[in-house]
C-alpha cells in the first residue's frame, strides 16, 4: 500500500478488489497459454512463413488489427470497470510499446494505436499479469459487454449490472458455436431503467425493469445498430427473468448464426436479419429455439448468480459523512461548484458520490489519456475510490464511490493534470473516433473537427448557458462514433477526393432513442464548424425555458435548422 492508503479501512487489498471480478488459477492459464500460441503466430509472420492474410484471423482473434500507420492493439475492459493495478499496466504499455498514451473507445474498451507486431506477445504479457487481455474485441464473435458506468453505485440502480455482464463474458467467451458469426456482435446491459449504455442501439440490449416480488426483469432489445443502415432496436420482450437470461440469448444467437446473411458484409448484422423477417417472425423463431433447449442446462440459479457476485469485492462504505463542509467549499470556489454540478452523479451509499473525470480538455483529443495520466488515475482510484475506476462508452472515465468531503481534494488534483474539465453532457463532451489520422477505412479525420469545435465552444459560461447538447463524430459511415445517436452528428465523408462533413441532427441514444436524419450536402471542415456555431446560436434565440436543444429541434422541425445552415452558403 502506498502512504495515502495505509491504514485506511475503504481500501481494499489487492488479492481482493472492489468492483472487479476476481480471476482464479484457470482463467490465468489460459491467458497464458493463449499467449504463446501468439507469440509463435507472430514469429511465424515475422518470419515470412504466414502471409498477411494468413495471419490477419489470428491476430484479430487477439484484439490486433493493421491500421494506416502500424498496428493497433484493442484490449477488453469487461463491463468497463478496471482495478488501479490494472490501469498501471496500461500506462506501462503506452510508455513502452506505444507512443505514451491510450485512446478509450465507445465499447468502453482502450486502443493503442502504435504497437509493434515484434512487440505484441510482450505487451500481451503485461496485460495478463493484470488479468487482462485482449480476446474477442475484434472478429465476427460476442464482443466487450458493455454497462453502465454507475453499476454498483446509481440510487437508481435494481440490479448490479457486472454480475450479469460477467455471466456474459464467461458464457460468450470462446463459445464453439459462436466465434465465426455472421457479423460481430454486442451486448449492453444496464441495471436501471434509465437507458445509460444505448441499449436499443446494440444487437442485444438489456435494461432492467421492475418484476413482481420485488425481482427484476429484464426488457430486451435486438437489432438496435448504427452504420450504413441505422436501426432502433425492437422490443423483443420486457418480462425476461434473470434464471432464463443466458438461455433466452443462447437462442436469439442460434437464430442469428443460422439465418444471418454471410454473402454480404453489409448485410451480414442481426439487425439486417430481423429487418427482413419481420418482428413478430424473429420473435416466433427466438420463442421456438427458446422452448425446444434444454433450459436446465443454462438455468441461473441464485447461489450461481450470487457466486458470481461474490467474487466482486464490495466497497466497506462508512455510514458518516460531513455534507456540510462540501457545501461550504462549494460556496467559497465557484469553479469547483461549477465541476461539482457537472461531473458528479448521486450514489446509492450517504455521504458518497460518483465522479465523472473528463478526458475532453479545451482542445484535446476526446478519449485520450496519457500515460502518466493513467499513473495518475490509479493512484486517485486508490486514494479516493476503492482503487477502483470504470470507463464510459462516451469516452470518459469514473471514480465510482468517492466520499463527499474529499470531493474538493480530489477535484484540485484532477485540475492540476488537465483532467478537471467541468463539461460532461455539455457541447465540448464531444464523442469521436480516431477516424482518418488511423483507420484504412476512414473517409475524413475526425480528431481536428473534434478539437476545432472544443476551442470555440471552449468557455465554460456560454456551455452552460447551452445546457445539454452531445456531438458526436465519424469517420466514415461504420460509425465507430455513434454520430447517429447524437443531438449534433458529424460524419466524414469523401467528396471528389476531398475530406468533407455531413451534419445529421436530432439523434438520441437514450430512452427517447431516434436516428439523426441528415441535414444536406457535406461542408468542409471549417464550414461544419461554422454551421454548428449557427445551428446553437439559432437555438439558443427560439428554445423555450428550459428546453434541450434535442427537444428543441423536435417542437420546430428539421427545415428551419437547414435554412440556419444552407442560407448562409
Known sequence: ????????????????????????????????????????????RVSGELTEDEFKPLRLMNGLYLQLHAYMLRVAVPY??????QVRALARIAREFDRGYGHFTTRQNIQFNWIRLEDTPAALEVLAEADMHAIQTSGNCIRNVTSDEFAGAAVDELLDPRVHAEILRQWSTLHPEFTFLPRKFKIAISGSPQDRVAARFHDIGLI????????????????????????????????????????????????????????????????????????????????????AMDRARYRLEPALVQAIRD?????????????????????????????????????????????????????????DATADQLDLLADLAERFSFGELRVTHLQNVVLGHVRQEQLYELWQALSGAGLGTANIGFITDIVACPGLDYCALANARAIPIAQ?????????????????????????INACGHHHAAHIGILGVDKRGEEAFQLTLGGSGEEDASIGQILGPAMSEDETVDAVARLV?????????????????????????????????
Request: glycine share 8%; net charge positive; with cysteine.
Open 208 to 291: 432492467a425493469r421492475p418484476g413482481p416480488n420485488g425481482r427484476p426483469l429484464f426488457e430486451v432489445f435486438v437489432g438496435g445498430g448504427l452504420g450504413r443502415t441505422p436501426i432502433v432496436g425492437t422490443r423483443l420482450r420486457e418480462d425476461l427473468q434473470e434464471e432464463d437470461l443466458v438461455a433466452y440469448l443462447e437462442a436469439i444467437l442460434r437464430v442469428y448464426n443460422e439465418f444471418g446473411r454471410r454473402d454480404n458484409i453489409y448485410k451480414a448484422r442481426i439487425k439486417i436479419l430481423v429487418q427482413a423477417l419481420g418482428a413478430n417472425e424473429f420473435r416466433q423463431r427466438v420463442d421456438a429455439e427458446f422452448v
Open 311 to 367: 467474487r466482486f469485492g464490495v466497497p466497506a462504505f462508512r455510514p458518516e459523512g460531513n455534507a456540510p463542509a462540501l457545501l461550504a467549499q462549494a460556496r467559497e470556489n465557484r469553479t469547483f461548484d461549477a465541476w461539482v454540478r457537472t461531473n458528479t452523479h448521486p450514489h446509492r451509499a450517504p455521504g458518497y458520490i460518483s465522479v465523472v473525470v473528463s478526458l475532453k480538455p479545451d482542445g484535446g483529443i476526446p478519449g
Open 1 to 44: 500500500m502506498s502512504a495515502d492508503t495505509m491504514g485506511r479501512d475503504d481500501v481494499m487489498p489487492a488479492d481482493r478488489q472492489v468492483g472487479l471480478y476476481s480471476y482464479d488459477q484457470v482463467d490465468r492459464t489460459f491467458l497464458r497459454e493463449r499467449i504463446e500460441q501468439f507469440r509463435d503466430q507472430v514469429a511465424r
Open 80 to 85: 468497463g470497470t478496471l482495478a488501479s493495478r
Open 537 to 569: 446560436d439559432f437555438y439558443l434565440v427560439r428554445r423555450d425555458s428550459g428546453e434541450r436543444f434535442l427537444d428543441a429541434y423536435r417542437r420546430i422541425g428539421t427545415a428551419a435548422f437547414k435554412d440556419v445552415v444552407y442560407a448562409a452558403a
Open 452 to 476: 476545432k469545435l472544443s476551442s470555440r465552444f471552449a468557455d465554460l459560461e456560454l456551455q452552460r448557458e447551452i445546457g445539454a447538447l452531445r456531438i458526436n463524430i465519424s469517420g466514415c
